[in-house]
């Protein structure tokens, strides 16, 4: 079936030093969902992508779908205490009357103060 | 209220009892998805509605795993005769889902644990 890849599984960086990370698929999908979930918590949307080559950003965060459509990446900027958490990207597929949502298997992230 | 709302948020049961866990979505939220989480894991998905309906049970892991939902609204999750493989948490999130906004809104989850 399909499958979201997320790279790296891990990360520890240093506070104030900026972070990227990827999601990869084999298929194409129409829209690109970043969230981060914090331990204990749901996973919070972060940014929406609906079009390929599309690059937005949301406070020190920015993400873009790739012009592929298989492909997004989310960079962080001057990474701080509270970006501490799990990032997962998802792929989504919607149709007139049906949704198919693949969830990527996170990126965990550690910051060192 | 202003977003997901899941109960109970946490729920120990004894292996082979069953156990129902509810879903409030955002209100006007048509779509609704059930998700299931281990311990230092992904998401996996369960099931969907869109409405009343279900378009996809594809996720379900077995036939003891079981979903409704009602009045468009609220979602409930039944596993019967819970088998210990079943502890995680269980995410539930709702969707807009029109033109332009398919964003999906998670609750805090519910943590199963079967003894």
């Known amino acids: 079936g399909q499958q979201l890849n997320q790279s790296p599984q891990s990360m520890f960086i240093q506070e104030g030093e900026d972070v990227s990370m990827n999601c990869t698929s084999s298929?194409?999908?129409?829209?690109w969902l970043w969230y981060k979930q914090d331990p204990g918590e749901g996973p919070v949307l972060l940014i929406a992508?609906?079009?390929?080559?599309e690059l937005t950003s949301n406070g020190r965060l920015t993400a873009q779908f790739g012009i592929t459509r298989k492909d997004s990446f989310l960079n962080i900027s001057a990474s701080i205490p509270s970006d501490v958490g799990i990032y997962f990207c998802?792929?989504?597929?919607?149709?007139?009357?049906?949704?198919?949502?693949?969830f990527g298997p996170g990126t965990s992230l550690s910051v060192i103060p | 209220g202003a977003g997901v709302s899941q109960s109970p948020s946490n729920k120990v049961t004894e292996k082979g009892k069953d156990v129902e866990l509810r879903c409030d979505p955002i209100?006007?939220?048509?779509?609704l998805y059930w998700y299931r989480q281990s311990l230092g894991q992904g998401l996996e998905f369960l099931i969907y509605?869109?409405?009343?309906?279900?378009?996809?049970k594809s996720g379900l892991p077995s036939d003891r795993f079981s979903a409704e939902r009602t009045g468009g609204s609220v979602s409930t999750l039944t596993i019967q005769r819970t088998q210990q493989e079943d502890s995680a948490v269980y995410l539930c999130?709702?969707?807009?889902?029109?033109?332009?906004?398919?964003?999906?809104?998670f609750g805090p989850g519910t943590r199963l644990t079967v003894t």
């Open positions: 509605f869109q409405g009343n309906s279900a378009p996809d």
């Open positions: 992508l609906y079009k390929a080559g």
């Open positions: 209100s006007g939220h048509t779509a």
């Open positions: 999130a709702s969707s807009l889902r029109i033109s332009g906004s398919y964003e999906q809104y």
């Open positions: 298929s194409i999908f129409n829209t």
């Open positions: 998802a792929g989504l597929e919607w149709e007139t009357s049906y949704d198919k949502v693949i």
